[in-house]
Nanobody, 121 residues
């Protein structure tokens, strides 16, 4: 079994910063791409950022320069550093990872339960 657990969300004032973490645990052979998504209230889930196992990153155009994704392969952990937060960043943030389990032949995407980020004006 594989589990992803996010942490680091909370309430912050506009202009502030938060750092989200997501740890993958369980019967893991390897972790491929790791991604952060977010779902604002009443809107669809959207991709925030992606990082490959080798560290290559990609961001939603609107978030470049404010958000930074990173990972620690030894800890099966992905981070999202969010700076200069705006009220419109208020969302539930989810991590997703392509994981190859020890008992499977191919990787599948696994999701965390989400962590709430609320930015007050």
């Amino acid at each position: 079994q594989v589990q992803l657990v996010e942490s680091g969300g909370g309430l912050v004032q506009a202009g502030g910063s938060l750092r989200l973490s997501c740890v993958a645990s369980g019967s893991i052979l390897s972790v491929g791409d790791m991604r952060w998504y977010r779902q604002p209230p009443g809107k669809q889930r959207e991709l925030v950022a992606t990082i490959t196992r080798g560290g290559a990153t990609n961001y939603a155009d609107s978030l470049k320069g404010r958000f930074t994704i990173s990972r620690d392969n030894a800890k099966n952990t992905v981070y999202l550093q969010m700076n200069s937060l705006k009220p419109e960043d208020t969302s539930v943030y989810y991590c997703c990872a392509a994981i190859l389990r020890r008992d499977e032949w191919w990787s599948n995407d696994y999701w965390g339960q989400g962590t709430q980020v609320t930015v007050s004006s």
